[in-house]
């Protein structure tokens, strides 16, 4: 399995971007996705996740409202729309797949794509 994540990239604040995760495979419905970022300094953290069908998703209390994960099982790939982008944004984005569909531990992962955020 291949993930491959782009989007990434210098926004001001307030303004929005579009992540996407590319997959490799022919079962992509069948496993959650996720995205994690890493800022500076700091731990990689949860963003935000989606189960195989699409029909859930899970986000971090602190882009609830502003950032919508979706996904697209025919072209194999996941987005992440982030809106109200803020500087607390920037971070390494890293997409992922869980080993079911609902879920992980997540165990294949992306290179990261940087999105920075100028206050």
């Known amino acids: 399995v291949q993930l491959q994540a782009s989007g990434g990239g210098l926004v001001q604040a307030g303004g929005s971007l579009r992540l996407s995760c590319a997959a490799s495979?022919?079962?992509?419905?069948?496993?959650?996705m996720v995205w994690f970022r890493q800022a500076p300094g700091k731990e990689r953290e949860f963003v935000a996740s989606?189960?195989?069908?699409?029909?859930?998703?899970s986000y971090a209390d602190s882009v609830k409202g502003r950032f919508t994960i979706s996904r697209d099982n025919v072209k194999n790939t996941m987005s992440l729309q982030m809106n109200s982008l803020k500087a607390d944004d920037t971070a390494v984005y890293y997409c992922?797949?869980?080993?079911?569909?609902?879920?992980?531990?997540?165990?294949?992962w992306g290179q990261g794509t940087q999105v920075t955020v100028s206050s």
């Open positions: 495979g022919r079962t992509f419905s069948s496993y959650a």
């Open positions: 992922a797949r869980g080993q079911s569909w609902y879920g992980g531990p997540y165990n294949y």
């Open positions: 989606i189960t195989g069908s699409g029909g859930s998703t």
